[in-house]
């Protein structure tokens, strides 16, 4: 069964501070998903990772996928209040063409104070 | 344009109503989903939903039925709920596409159930 673990879970820090949150899953897969889900929202496609050693930037956020450790990051970089949401990594389940079995990590509850 | 669109935004319903969520897209894609997310939790996979066919049930209850009446359309029938079943309830869509493609999935805003 696959497992998909970010941590940390809840995350407060300061504008202008940089940092990590990371996300483990438990099976072979050769892609992932970051999304954003401000409170009461929808979900919003930040990345999708497609391949090991897979960088990718938008803003102030850089994520990455090491599929050999089965090891995703997502880098804050000097935070601003507008990144304050909650960030889901996603991996999908089985190879099928008809559509992606996708389990999400718990999330990663992010807040910026000024 | 990669909109989703879920009506109601919020429904209220007794254990003994039917009622029904509807989704709609028009970026071609063939793939439709729906989940469901309480408070605080990921989504969880209900149905997937591939050229208008049912693809994947996720061991869902039958008192949820899904109904899938063409390409832009995806439709959640809910009969007989429980207090339990009250939540955030999200459709998604994608392509449908085979190796290395992106078929990343696109999400509405989502409808928030409540069963009293």
């Known amino acids: 069964e696959l497992k998909v673990e970010q941590n940390p879970l809840f995350l407060s820090m300061q504008e202008g501070k940089n940092y990590t949150i990371y996300c483990n899953y438990s099976?072979?897969?050769?892609?992932l998903y970051w999304y954003r889900q401000d409170p009461g929202k929808s979900l919003e496609s930040l990345f999708v990772?497609?391949?090991?050693?897979a960088v990718k930037q938008e803003g102030r956020l850089m994520a990455s996928l090491d599929t050999k450790a089965r090891l995703s990051t997502l880098h804050i970089t000097a935070a601003v209040h507008d990144l304050s949401a909650t960030y889901f990594c996603?991996?999908?389940?089985?190879?099928?063409?008809?559509?992606?079995?996708?389990?999400f990590g718990e999330g990663t509850q992010l807040t910026v104070n000024p | 344009d990669t909109e989703v669109t879920q009506t109601p935004k919020h429904l209220v319903m007794g254990m003994t109503n039917k009622k029904s969520l509807k989704c709609e897209q028009h970026?071609?894609?063939?793939?439709m989903y729906w989940y469901k997310q309480k408070a605080k939790k990921p989504p969880e996979l209900m149905f997937v939903?591939?050229?208008?066919?049912?693809?994947i049930n996720e061991s869902v209850p039958s008192r949820f039925s899904p109904e899938c009446p063409n390409s832009s359309l995806l439709n959640l029938h809910l009969h007989a709920l429980q207090p339990e079943d009250s939540a955030l309830y999200l459709c998604?869509?994608?392509?449908?596409?085979?190796?290395?493609?992106?078929?990343?999935?696109?999400f509405g805003a989502g409808t928030r159930l409540s069963v009293l």
């Open positions: 998604a869509s994608s392509q449908v596409v085979r190796g290395r493609a992106k078929n990343i999935q696109y």
């Open positions: 099976t072979t897969s050769d892609r």
């Open positions: 990772l497609l391949s090991n050693g």
């Open positions: 996603a991996v999908p389940r089985g190879r099928g063409t008809s559509g992606s079995r996708l389990t």
């Open positions: 970026m071609g894609h063939r793939a």
């Open positions: 939903y591939s050229y208008e066919k049912l693809s």
